[in-house]
Nanobody, 127 residues
Framework: QVQLVESGGGLVQAGGSLRLSCAQSGRRFSNYGMGWFRQAPEKEREFVAA????????YYADSVKGRFTISRDDAKRTLYLQMASLKPDDTAVYYC????????????????????WGQGIQVSVAS
């Protein structure tokens, strides 16, 4: 059983930055591929960024590439999402997710492959 708790969300002006954190507990963090997804009002949940469990390979949605950076600290059992140059379109509830041994791009960018989810945290970007 894996538990995930997000933190670091809030309200920011367009062009600003935020860093989301996701603390993991339960099972060995380093065995898990990790991802961030988001869901805006009246929209489907969409992939944002992911990092593999081995090798630290990263993947990004085109809409955030060059602005967001995903990273992990296995010793702290924590996943991060550094968000810069934020836009109003980035406004959404952001979810942290985990999948055991997630490695390939298809696995890590597809929500259905994830088996554990956080409760979500609101990020609002004002224009």
């Amino acid at each position: 059983q894996v538990q995930l708790v997000e933190s670091g969300g809030g309200l920011v002006q367009a062009g600003g930055s935020l860093r989301l954190s996701c603390a993991q507990s339960g099972r060995r963090f380093s065995n898990y591929g990790m991802g961030w997804f988001r869901q805006a009002p009246e929209k489907e949940r969409e992939f944002v960024a992911a990092i593999s469990w081995i090798g630290g390979f990263t993947y990004y949605a085109d809409s955030v590439k060059g602005r967001f950076t995903i990273s992990r600290d296995d010793a702290k059992r924590t996943l991060y999402l550094q968000m810069a140059s934020l836009k109003p379109d980035d406004t959404a509830v952001y979810y942290c997710a985990a999948q055991e041994s997630g490695h390939t791009k298809d696995e890590l960018t597809t929500a259905a492959h994830y088996t554990a989810w956080g409760q979500g945290i609101q990020v609002s970007v004002a224009s």
